[in-house]
């Protein structure tokens, strides 16, 4: 059975740190290409960060390049996402998306709330 469940998030004030975790099960995750999506209310998901399969390529979106930092575990079929110098515009439903050809898996979610 294919699961992606993301965990790590929470309240956390301006200027703080969250470290967001997405682990897979039911398929080979070291062959998909591992991406974090974010959905604030009333917005259009957008992609955040994305990795290779491999590790050996990043991409972030141009609002958080310099404060979040995406990585992966292949041994423990796990993405991350460290997010750092948190605003109150990052708060949002994210999500991790497994990517290999015509194969997309998608997670569940994970609240990130930054307010003081």
């Known amino acids: 059975q294919v699961q992606l469940v993301e965990s790590g998030g929470g309240l956390v004030q301006p200027g703080g740190s969250l470290k967001l975790s997405c682990t897979a099960a039911?398929?080979?995750?070291?062959?998909?290409?591992m991406t974090w999506y974010r959905q604030a209310p009333g917005l259009a998901r957008e992609l955040v960060a994305g990795?290779?399969?491999?590790?050996?390529?990043?991409n972030y979106t141009d609002s958080v390049k310099g404060r979040f930092t995406i990585s992966r575990d292949n041994a423990k079929n796990t993405v991350y996402l460290q997010m750092n110098s948190l605003k109150p515009e990052d708060t949002a439903m994210y999500y991790c998306?497994?990517?290999?050809?015509?194969?997309?898996?998608w997670g569940q979610g994970t609240q990130v709330t930054v307010s003081s």
């Open positions: 990795i290779s399969n491999t590790g050996g390529s990043t």
């Open positions: 039911g398929f080979t995750f070291s062959m998909y290409v």
């Open positions: 998306k497994a990517t290999y050809g015509p194969s997309r898996y």
